[in-house]
């Protein structure tokens, strides 16, 4: 089973809005990323949290990670339509592995 | 963008076919990564590498297999292709420790088995 959870699976909002999009995990990590990926494409990384990290920011990104909840929350502002995208949490689950989540399908309206 | 090539990008072949997926990299990483993506977008690990001759299955039992002869190759191969294999495969490798860095993906082999 996939060790992250996103929330929601899909969302629509129009240019200009924030977007914002959650990530549950159920186990320790040393890190937790995130990733974009555009239609049948690969995964792009976008940013990388650590475990003693509350808060990250690039560019209009920002990711906050609560080790106490197990959540991790990627908040997009000003979006694009070339933001429109699907947007996965990975964790490492304290292994070699890279483990992802379910993904959330985002669509930006211009 | 990431030195990290899958070929083919689509393919479609007949049931009980071998086929071969291909995915190199040029960074010189250590670790590599093959994951299954179905159509309702979870990916899904079905093998990984530590290093030259190192495989292990990943998460999702898979009929594939792979191989890690060289560094920067990291074949996936299906000896006998059914309905049920087709889905998205996605190639990635990182360079260090998980703690510290990323994953870096292919673009993907698009394969429908008819």
């Known amino acids: 089973s996939q060790q992250g959870e996103e929330d929601p699976q899909a969302l629509s909002i129009q240019e200009g809005e924030n977007a914002t999009m959650n990530c549950s995990y159920k186990?320790?990590?040393?890190?937790l990323q995130w990733y974009r990926q555009n239609s049948g494409r690969g995964l792009v990384h976008l940013i990388l949290?650590?475990?003693?990290?509350r808060e990250k920011h690039s560019g209009r990104l920002r990711v906050t990670l609560d080790t106490s909840k197990k959540s991790s929350s990627l908040l997009i502002t000003a979006s694009r339509a070339a933001d429109t995208a699907s947007y996965f949490c990975?964790?490492?689950?304290?292994?070699?592995?890279?483990?992802f989540g379910t993904g959330t399908r985002l669509k930006v309206l211009a | 963008e990431a030195d990290i090539y899958q070929t083919p990008r689509y393919l479609v072949i007949g049931t009980g076919k071998k086929i071969t997926l291909e995915c190199s990299q040029t960074?010189?990483?250590?670790?590599m990564y093959w994951y299954q993506q179905d159509p309702g977008m979870e990916l899904h690990l079905i093998h990984y590498?530590?290093?030259?001759?190192?495989?292990e299955k990943g998460d999702l039992s898979s009929e594939s297999t792979v191989s890690r002869i060289r560094t920067e190759h990291f074949p996936l191969t299906l000896e006998s292709a059914r309905p049920s294999h087709t889905s998205q495969y996605l190639c990635?490798?990182?360079?260090?420790?998980?703690?510290?860095?990323?994953?870096?993906f292919g673009q993907g082999t698009r394969l429908t088995v008819v």
């Open positions: 990975a964790t490492d689950e304290g292994t070699y592995k890279y483990i």
């Open positions: 186990t320790s990590i040393n890190n």
């Open positions: 949290i650590r475990s003693n990290e």
């Open positions: 960074m010189g990483h250590d670790k």
């Open positions: 590498s530590y290093g030259v001759n190192s495989t």
């Open positions: 990635a490798s990182n360079p260090g420790l998980m703690k510290d860095t990323e994953a870096f």
